[in-house]
Nanobody
Framework: QVQLVESGGGLVQPGGSLRLSCAAS????????MAWYRQAPGKQRELVAA???????NYADSVKGRFTISRDNAKNTVYLQMNSLKPEDTAVYYC?????????????WGQGTQVTVSS
């Protein structure tokens, strides 16, 4: 049973910071690629940041220099440090686990955590 549980969301003012956490179970964490996605009302879900099992990282252009993704394999946890938050960062943030098994791709999702950036 694969489970991803996000935490750390909340309400912050523009320019503030939050750190999101995603605790995973039911997978060999160190062998999986992890990512954070977000979805704002009326918009498609978009990739925010990703980190591979080799710890290579990729970021959406909109968050480069502000967000940092990291992973702690010993704790089966992936983090998203968000600094200099803007109102346009407001969204539900989802943790994602992706792996390939042969030609089949598997995606697992958490239930999301709300991030609201507002004065």
């Amino acid at each position: 049973q694969v489970q991803l549980v996000e935490s750390g969301g909340g309400l912050v003012q523009p320019g503030g910071s939050l750190r999101l956490s995603c605790a995973a179970s039911g997978i060999i964490f160190s062998a999986n690629n992890m990512a954070w996605y977000r979805q704002a009302p009326g918009k498609q879900r978009e990739l925010v940041a990703a980190i591979s099992l080799l710890r290579r990282t990729n970021y959406a252009d909109s968050v480069k220099g502000r967000f940092t993704i990291s992973r702690d394999n010993a704790k089966n946890t992936v983090y998203l440090q968000m600094n200099s938050l803007k109102p346009e960062d407001t969204a539900v943030y989802y943790c994602n686990c992706h792996r390939m098994s042969g030609t089949t791709g598997y995606d697992y999702w958490g239930q999301g955590t709300q991030v609201t950036v507002s004065s």
